[in-house]
T-cell receptor, first 113, second 113 residues
């Protein structure tokens, strides 16, 4: 059973607009959440993370929001750029095993010029 | 430069043969991981190791074996018992503490014919 879910396989956004990528999780022991960006045939690169003691973390154009009660997090990219086109993976790790990362199935973002 | 090196990038093997994928890191990380990615799917954990001479099965360990004799190295053997070995394999490493991200290698594309 998948503990981290990304229900949107793809998202298309116009350049300059906001991209919102969503992620849901089921395990209440998760306390650290990450977003990775991945290009085809390459390894994922770390983008941004958030601890469960926060509800928002910002890094430049990227902001991650965490809603613990809903077990939901989202990644906002503002403004979106064509170079942001990639697959974005949500991941989580928990207090019970912080060295075990669970990944979602990914959302393919296409930013149109 | 510190990082994770996976070799080779592309690997072809005949069905029924065992094959070993290499993963080396010079980040001084204690924890190392092997993930598998199939088209349209997320990253699934095969094995992980939190310390030298110790490793645990992930969600899809059947047909795979690993060793962790050195901190820097975590090779993965895909045995002939793995029913669907053709996939993109990703190695990662992290600090052995909570609230930290995993760093990924560039991946190895294994094709079994």
């Amino acid at each position: 059973d998948q503990q981290v879910k990304q229900n949107s396989p793809s998202l298309s956004v116009q350049e300059g607009r906001i991209s919102i990528l969503n992620c849901d999780y089921t395990n209440s022991m998760f306390d650290y959440f990450l977003w990775y960006k991945k290009y085809p045939a390459e390894g994922p690169t770390f983008l941004i993370s958030i601890s469960s003691i926060k509800d928002k973390n910002e890094d430049g154009r990227f902001t991650v929001f965490l809603n613990k009660s809903a077990k939901h997090l989202s990644l906002h990219i503002v403004p979106s750029q064509p170079g942001d086109s990639a697959v974005y993976f949500c991941a989580a790790s928990g207090r019970d095993n912080f060295n075990k990362f669970y990944f979602g199935s990914g959302t393919k973002l296409n930013v149109k010029p | 430069d510190g990082g994770i090196t996976q070799s080779p990038k592309y690997l072809f093997r005949k069905e029924g043969q065992n094959v070993t994928l290499s993963c080396e890191q010079n980040l001084n990380h204690d924890a190392m991981y092997w993930y598998r990615q199939d088209p349209g799917q997320g990253l699934r954990l095969i094995y992980y190791s939190q310390i030298v001479n110790d490793f645990q099965k992930g969600d899809i360990a059947e047909g795979y074996s690993v060793s962790r004799e050195k901190k820097e190295s975590f090779p993965l053997t895909v045995t002939s018992a793995q029913k669907n070995p053709t996939a993109f394999y990703l190695c990662a490493s992290s600090w052995r503490v909570g609230g930290t991200e995993a760093f990924f290698g560039q991946g190895t594309r294994l094709t079994v014919v």
